[in-house]
């Protein structure tokens, strides 16, 4: 199946002339649309920062890569699997501690994810420990990746554009009058919590097909904290906005290859501007639309004219 | 002529069922009003040594307009914290409609129909005007995850239900020309009653109103008397308010009770409760 999968794809890369190169950017930046649109969903919407979300990536990864090398299960019902039990511990995590106030949770993620990573390393016969877990065959082609993006982005767009979207934002703009309203803040908060981490582990499960072997160095703090500064940068309450930034992290890295060292602090630096003078994020609580795109560009002349006459 | 004959005793027959529906009716009227809305007996709440709630008993008759006056500190929000499940009350019984929802949760008791307004107006501020009425008609989307996702027939049916109950609601108020503005773009006035709106979107059977006049001068807190009384006509509901403005508690309310420190002060019609002299010496002008 999965050479069927690939073989459909080197057609088409070779139809179009994609190189290796092209596809493997490509297929990173799929997997942070994912994450990232995960993250959207908590930060965006529901205002939870998560410090803990590359731990939900580390479970996904190593749960579709165990079992696919190691039970050679099929690697879509891997992925969703893996996906799954990102969700599942992220619905008990919640549970545990969603009803604390302030910054508590935030902490709570933060040493999940820390755990998630220590656990990797010290449990060798399991997960490889810190040598990786090597063999995972190559499933992640470019096209697969595509489908994938796209299928979360509409699935986090219906999502978003539902009540499960719209009191999760109410939860955002004042959770005591959304209680008020009849909504179970801590429900809708596991909710959007264990959504977060499902699209992490699936993120996960296609890194570890892209990059064919996984070490628990990939899911450090640093990538949690860059899927929250891209969520920032992106814009909070857009799941455009977060594709954007997704595409900003990704596609800017690559094209700047000789700053690489730099790139914490070029990070850092973004975030302080953007805090600075788009506080929202480049496309905070507003979605791209076209509609608005092509009436600013007619509406632009028209408004012109008027002034003229 | 046989024809004339049976419809005539048709109209009859209609007609009989329609005296007998009547009835039926008005004897439901009866039996609901004998049960109070909201009963609360003996409520107590205490914040260390504070006695924010001393006591406290209320009764309210369905379709009536329920006043809590006294000064500030007296524990009239304290009172809708504790209906409304902020708090759970240290002793006492709160009864809403037949059920005790002591120490419910506040989805749970906004679930079972009882609105509320804040003091301090708490609206989605940076959602639209629309969406906040939508986001409380949270009851009425039926639809489960999957028929969200692939936008089955119940989806669209329910959303066209809610955003056109919204649009409905938002008319009565007089807010539909602003349904797409920012809810925090709002003049006051418009904050407030885009609250009662909201509240009324949960198709409460109680709405508390928390200090609606509060920063209103003479003349607005007039309109907002006619506003609440058409509010009232409008839903038969029934309404439990706190306010500092004698003529608008005269104005509008069937009882009120005058609380001071947490004690219940006075029980009675407005007109009662003005000639009370405990009344008159703690929230009138204790000096004179």
């Known amino acids: 199946?999965?050479?069927?999968?690939?073989?459909?794809?080197?057609?088409?890369?070779?139809?179009?002339?994609?190189?290796?190169?092209?596809?493997?950017?490509?297929?990173?930046?799929?997997?942070?649309?994912?994450?990232?649109?995960?993250?959207?969903?908590?930060?965006?919407?529901?205002?939870?920062?998560?410090?803990?979300?590359?731990?939900?990536?580390?479970?996904?990864?190593?749960?579709?890569?165990?079992?696919?090398?190691?039970?050679?299960?099929?690697?879509?019902i891997a992925m969703v699997i893996g996906a799954a039990l990102a969700g599942f511990i992220a619905f008990l995590l919640g549970s545990l501690t969603l009803k604390l106030k302030g910054d508590y949770f935030l902490i709570t993620c933060l040493g999940f994810g820390e755990c998630v990573r220590v656990l990797l390393n010290y449990?060798?016969?399991?997960?490889?420990?810190?040598?990786?877990?090597?063999?995972?065959?190559?499933?992640?082609?470019?096209?697969?990746?595509?489908?994938?993006?796209?299928?979360?982005?509409?699935?986090?767009?219906?999502f978003i554009h539902s009540k499960y979207g719209r009191n999760l934002t109410s939860i955002r703009e004042n959770e005591v009058a959304a209680e008020a309203v009849g909504i179970n803040a801590f429900r809708y908060k596991r909710m959007s919590f264990t959504f977060s981490a499902v699209y992490a582990g699936w993120a996960g499960a296609l890194f570890a097909g892209y990059m064919m072997y996984v070490v628990p160095t990939n899911f450090a703090l640093n990538k949690s904290i860059e899927l929250i500064t891209t969520t920032v940068i992106g814009g909070l309450g857009s799941l455009t906005g977060s594709v954007l930034g997704a595409m900003l992290v990704t596609l800017l890295p690559e094209v700047f290859r000789s700053l690489s060292n730099y790139r914490m602090l070029i990070y850092g630096f973004a975030v302080v501007l953007i805090i600075m003078f788009r506080p929202n994020g480049l496309y905070g609580y507003k979605e791209f639309s076209l509609k608005r795109l092509i009436n600013r560009f007619k509406g632009k002349p028209k408004t012109g004219k008027e002034a003229a006459s | 002529m046989t024809d004339g004959i049976k419809a005539s005793a048709a109209d009859s027959r209609v007609t009989e069922l329609e005296d007998r529906v009547l009835l039926l009716e008005h004897k439901l009227a009866a039996l609901e009003s004998k049960d109070p809305v909201l009963e609360m007996q003996h409520v107590e709440k205490h914040f260390g040594g504070v006695h924010a709630i001393d006591n406290f008993s209320v009764r309210i008759e369905q379709g009536q307009i329920h006043g809590l006056i006294g000064p500030n500190g007296a524990g009239k929000t304290t009172i809708f914290n504790n209906i409304t499940g902020i708090y759970a009350p240290d002793s006492g019984k709160i009864i809403f409609r037949g059920e005790d929802i002591t120490g419910s949760s506040p989805s749970r008791v906004a679930q079972l129909g009882i609105g509320r307004t804040f003091q301090n107006i708490r609206l989605f501020a940076n959602l639209s005007v629309l969406e906040n009425v939508i986001i409380a008609s949270g009851k009425d989307a039926t639809y489960n995850l999957p028929q969200a996702i692939f936008h089955?027939?119940?989806?669209?049916?329910?959303?066209?239900?809610?955003?056109?109950?919204?649009?409905?609601?938002?008319?009565?108020?007089?807010?539909?020309?602003?349904?797409?503005?920012?809810?925090?773009?709002?003049?006051?006035?418009?904050?407030?009653?885009?609250?009662?709106?909201?509240?009324?979107?949960?198709?409460?059977?109680?709405?508390?109103?928390?200090e609606p006049a509060a920063g209103m001068n003479a003349d607005e807190s007039l309109e907002l008397v006619e506003f609440v009384r058409e509010i009232r006509g409008h839903f038969k509901i029934t309404i439990l308010m706190i306010e500092h403005h004698m003529d608008v508690v005269s104005n509008l309310c069937d009882y009120c009770t005058v609380l001071n420190f947490g004690k219940t002060l006075a029980v009675g019609t407005p007109a009662e409760v003005k000639s009370n002299p405990d009344v008159i010496k703690a929230y009138l002008g204790g000096n004179e």
């Not at chain 1, 080197?10 to 995960?38: D, E, K, R, S």
């Not at chain 1, 930060?43 to 079992?67: P, Q, V």
């Not at chain 2, 925090?184 to 509240?199: D, F, T, V, W």
């Open chain 1, 123 to 158: 449990f060798k016969k399991f997960s490889g420990g810190s040598a990786g877990f090597p063999g995972i065959p190559n499933y992640s082609s470019m096209l697969f990746s595509v489908l994938c993006a796209v299928l979360a982005f509409f699935v986090a767009w219906r």
């Open chain 1, 1 to 76: 199946m999965i050479e069927a999968f690939n073989n459909i794809n080197n057609a088409f890369c070779g139809f179009l002339h994609i190189n290796p190169y092209i596809q493997g950017v490509v297929v990173l930046l799929c997997i942070n649309v994912i994450a990232i649109l995960g993250m959207a969903v908590l930060t965006g919407f529901t205002r939870l920062f998560s410090f803990g979300n590359a731990g939900f990536m580390a479970i996904g990864a190593y749960c579709a890569a165990i079992l696919i090398v190691r039970h050679s299960v099929n690697f879509l």
């Open chain 2, 152 to 210: 089955s027939d119940k989806y669209k049916k329910r959303e066209k239900q809610i955003n056109e109950k919204a649009m409905n609601l938002l008319e009565i108020v007089g807010l539909q020309d602003k349904a797409n503005e920012l809810a925090n773009s709002l003049p006051y006035g418009h904050q407030r009653k885009l609250e009662i709106a909201r509240a009324m979107a949960l198709d409460p059977k109680l709405l508390l109103l928390d």
